[in-house]
């Protein structure tokens, strides 16, 4: 289904994002908010019909909300929780000591976002869909865990560019089952974002890019 979309709001790595996913949905990306069907706003307080913002902002009054957090983007901005992730990057590299915050995330790959967000402006309108939706990822990770994966991924990039892999370095691979932890945080609620997008027709919120993927990419892009 062919839509004309205006998404309003500053350049910071999810805008774009979405463009592209939205022109590969088949949609099309107009400058003039007129010439559009569907207005997606992000981080704005203009009235849309898609508002797009970080979590604990005040909504607009859009049919849809989508309160957004924990988004990796590895080449945007900090405006969605992305900040601390690059601090522990560069740390990281720097060799400087890591400044390690307390609460756990729930992190999601940008490209998972933007793929519900599509569909959400590509099939919204048949069903007269509304409500304010919580979107993070659904696995909760601690600061800690991430640092680790992260100075592993590090560790074996440099072993492989200065050819000084030793058999130590190649076993240590990031443990899958990172991230799941005794000591749970508040969950989010999901569950209205997941039967949303169930009702348009997809498959729910099921977020697929790994957790390893985001962190190769922060890294390859982060200075």
């Not at 009235?47 to 607009?60: K, L, Y």
């Not at 969605?80 to 790959?109: A, C, H, P, T």
């Not at 990039?157 to 130590?168: K, L, M, P, R």
């Not at 990172?178 to 919120?205: D, F, K």
Request: negative net charge; contains cysteine; hydrophobic residues 35%.
């Amino acid at each position: 289904m062919l839509r004309n979309v205006h998404v309003a709001g500053i350049s910071d790595g999810l805008k774009e994002a979405l463009q592209e996913r939205l022109k590969r949905s088949g949609a099309t990306i107009v400058e003039d908010p007129d010439e559009s069907e569907i207005i997606v706003g992000i981080d704005q307080q203009e009235d849309c019909d898609i508002a797009i913002i970080p979590v604990g902002s005040i909504p607009p009054k859009s049919p849809i909300v989508i309160e957004l957090s924990d988004v990796i983007i590895p080449n945007g901005s900090s405006r969605w929780g992305n900040e601390v992730m690059v601090d522990w990057i560069r740390q990281i590299k720097s060799g400087r000591e890591l400044k390690i915050e307390s609460r756990n995330r729930f992190w999601v790959n940008v490209r998972d976002v933007t793929d519900a967000i599509s569909y959400l402006c590509m099939y919204n309108k048949e069903t007269n869909l509304s409500g304010t939706f919580r979107m993070c990822g659904r696995r909760e990770w601690s600061s800690k865990d991430v640092i680790d994966e992260i100075r592993i991924l590090w560790e074996r990039y440099n072993n492989s560019i200065n050819h000084s892999h030793t058999v130590e370095s190649l076993s240590e691979v990031p443990s899958p089952v990172r991230g799941i932890n005794s000591e749970r945080s508040e969950t989010p609620e999901l569950g209205g974002l997941h039967q949303a997008l169930i009702s348009i027709g997809a498959e729910g919120w099921h977020p697929l890019v790994p957790m390893r993927v985001s962190l190769m990419e922060m890294i390859a892009h982060t200075d």
